[in-house]
């Protein structure tokens, strides 16, 4: 038989958890009497960890939002920061550990203006440009090891439009090829990781026309005098 004292005991937690719970249901996700969202809201996933938990005044989203991964929610994977009187919101996004992983601008739900992105060790990966909503402008990748910039492009209404340039780890061009449109049209030079010349020619809507000059040791040759040399150069290595 269970003691009188122990039911006695385990009612009064019980009653405790119940009220605790009540409580907390009273300070957050409360409605207004024009019945719009008012003070702090919390959601959870249907796993119960947190979703996200920020404040609502006449049912518009004011200051910082916290929003948590269904998996991790030691710390937030993003913070919306939503400034008054502007439909704009400041946006940063967070590594498991913390570390910032990249931020930007909303403009409702549009990206806008200049957004950057960060390795998980801290280095700068990527700058982009947003108008609309759509990439314009420059878009830089850059190298973890070196900082050097990896990637260079353009972008016009979300498509590519411009020069295209990828660079060694040691910074030396070796791809420039323009774009229109989303697609290459234009001149384009590949290069040896020397930094010399390797072939040059022209694309329309992303195929090759036209003659193409393919160089070796600076002089134009003919693309299978070409291919010969790299074969006996490769034979030459494994000897």
């Not at 719970?21 to 959601?43: H, I």
């Not at 929610?73 to 009187?85: L, N, Q």
């Not at 972008?155 to 989303?182: A, F, M, P, R």
Request: hydrophobic letters at 30%.
């Amino acid at each position: 038989m269970i003691p009188i004292k122990k039911i006695f005991f385990v009612l009064l937690f019980f009653s405790c958890f119940l009220c605790v719970n009540t409580v907390e249901a009273q300070r957050y996700n409360q409605f207004d009497k024009n019945k719009k969202r008012t003070g702090v809201w919390k959601k959870y996933y249907p796993n119960k960890r947190v979703k996200y938990i920020g404040t609502f005044k006449d049912g518009k989203e004011v200051g910082t939002f916290k929003f948590y991964s269904m998996s991790f929610s030691r710390k937030p994977e993003a913070t919306k920061v939503f400034h008054k009187d502007s439909d704009s919101v400041t946006v940063n996004y967070f590594y498991n550990n913390g570390k910032l992983k990249g931020k930007g601008m909303l403009f409702g739900r549009d990206k806008v203006g200049k957004w950057v992105y960060y390795y998980k060790k801290g280095p700068l990966f990527l700058e982009e440009f947003y108008a609309s909503g759509k990439l314009s402008g420059k878009s830089i990748v850059y190298f973890k090891s070196t900082g050097k910039i990896a990637e260079e492009t353009t972008y016009k209404n979300g498509l590519l439009h411009g020069h295209v340039k990828n660079y060694s780890d040691k910074g030396i061009l070796i791809e420039d090829v323009l774009y229109e449109n989303g697609k290459a049209n234009g001149l384009a030079k590949y290069f040896e990781l020397s930094g010399s010349l390797k072939e040059r020619g022209v694309y329309k809507n992303g195929i090759r026309v036209g003659k193409w000059e393919f160089y070796l040791d600076g002089e134009v040759v003919d693309q299978k005098k070409k291919k010969d040399s790299r074969k006996n150069k490769i034979q030459q290595k494994n000897k």
